[in-house]
């Protein structure tokens, strides 16, 4: 299928990891495999203020998989609206709180209308220093795969 447009290719079946496929690093093109990067994590920061709302819905947040929570301003609540998991099938979500929390400063991880979390639509509350939450999507809802608190 030489010089073949990519949409023009066929759908993969499910990947095992060690396929190979092309990358461009540095201007060069090199191959690599799916478990070479399956550790690779896209890190960001959120400060979190008090009565505020935020969507990881929005653009900015798409390709993020590690959220740091920085607490900032007086004590209350912020709510982060998790992505839409029919648009984020098998995506992961990682979110740390700093030393800054405690249980008048918190975060609500809270499913958008209609999905649930572990089965919920109550929402996650982070209020402690340092903890941490992780999620995965199956396409239809939001899971905790892992905490720590």
């Known amino acids: 299928m030489a ?78 609206n998790l992505p839409n998991a029919t648009d984020n099938t098998n995506r992961v979500l990682r979110f740390l709180s700093n030393g800054g929390f405690q249980t008048s400063t918190r975060v609500e991880l809270t499913p958008i209308s209609g999905e649930t979390l572990d089965g919920t639509t109550s929402p996650y509350i982070i209020n402690k220093e340092y903890e941490g939450i992780q999620l995965w999507s199956d396409g239809i809802e939001w899971f905790i795969v892992q905490k720590k608190a």
Request: no cysteine; proline share 3%; hydrophobic share 45%.
């Open 3 to 80: 010089n073949a447009k990519i949409s023009a290719l066929p759908i993969a079946t499910e990947l095992q990891g060690s396929e190979l496929f092309a990358v461009v690093q540095g201007g060069e093109t090199k191959q690599t495999t799916l478990n070479d990067i399956d550790n690779y994590l896209i890190p960001t920061t959120l400060v979190v203020l008090a009565d505020t709302v935020v969507s990881l819905n929005d653009i900015s947040y798409q390709d993020v998989s590690l959220i740091r929570l920085t607490w900032s301003g007086a004590n209350g609540t912020m709510v982060l």
